[in-house]
Each structure stands twice: as structure tokens, then as C-alpha cells.
């Protein structure tokens, strides 16, 4: 029975990639516009998210379609600890309200990592 589930699921795995196709893109570029949407995101603007919690803000830049990059006061990417509910974002990058098709907003603390690091050494 075994065997005969493993053979299943590779023929339905077979059948599924032969599915979606090998067709090669053409060599000769064309003047003519293309008719399949484009890769990039269309404009949104950035949602308000100054004086929230990281978690707060993380939470409505997700939901706009946005990837945090969390980042401290002194502009270093935020690589240790988890500040969720312990800092506050004072910017963005881009700013609130600014329409743009980039995916990702730099979320900027009210505090560095150094800072967070003791901080929450402190609370144990």
C-alpha cells in the first residue's frame, strides 16, 4: 500500500510539472508591447506607522503589501533580539504617505541594537 501511495503521488507530481510548460522565449527582440502584465508591483503608499510598536507596525505594513526592514537609530539593520513590543518606530523609508512600488520600508527605532541588547539583559 505504501508503494502504491509513493507511485501515486510521484505520477501526480510528473503530470504537474509537465503541466506547466518548456516553451522557450524568443531570441529576436520585438518592438511590439507586451501584453502580459509587468513584474513590478503597482504604486501604493506607505501606511502612517510612527509611534506604533514594532509588532503594530510590522502587522499594517504587511497588510499594505509591505516587508518591514527593521532598522535603529543609527540606520544599522536591525539583526539581533525581537523588539516587538519594546521599541517604537519614529520614520520610515520610504516616509508615510509616499507612493511607491518598492516592497520593502525601512522601519526606524527609537533606540539601538546595543541599547535593546541591554535593555533586555536588564529585564532578566
Do not use: H
Not at 11 to 38: D, F, H, K, Q, Y
Not at 59 to 85: C, I, M, S
Amino acid at each position: 500500500m505504501k508503494k502504491f501511495i509513493q507511485f501515486s503521488v510521484a505520477a501526480v507530481l510528473i503530470a504537474g510539472l509537465s503541466a506547466c510548460g518548456t516553451s522557450a522565449p524568443s531570441a529576436a527582440p520585438s518592438n511590439e508591447a507586451s501584453a502580459s502584465p509587468t513584474a513590478t508591483q503597482a504604486k501604493r503608499a506607505v501606511p502612517d506607522v510612527v509611534g506604533m510598536t514594532y509588532k503594530e507596525a510590522y502587522n499594517t505594513l504587511v497588510k499594505g503589501d509591505f516587508f518591514a526592514q527593521p532598522v535603529d537609530e543609527t540606520g544599522a539593520k536591525w539583526v539581533q533580539g525581537n523588539p516587538w513590543d519594546d521599541v517604537k518606530v519614529v520614520s520610515t523609508d520610504p516616509a508615510a504617505g509616499t507612493m511607491t512600488d518598492t516592497s520593502y520600508v525601512n522601519v526606524t527605532f527609537n533606540m539601538t541594537q546595543a541599547a535593546y541588547a541591554d535593555l533586555s539583559k536588564a529585564a532578566k
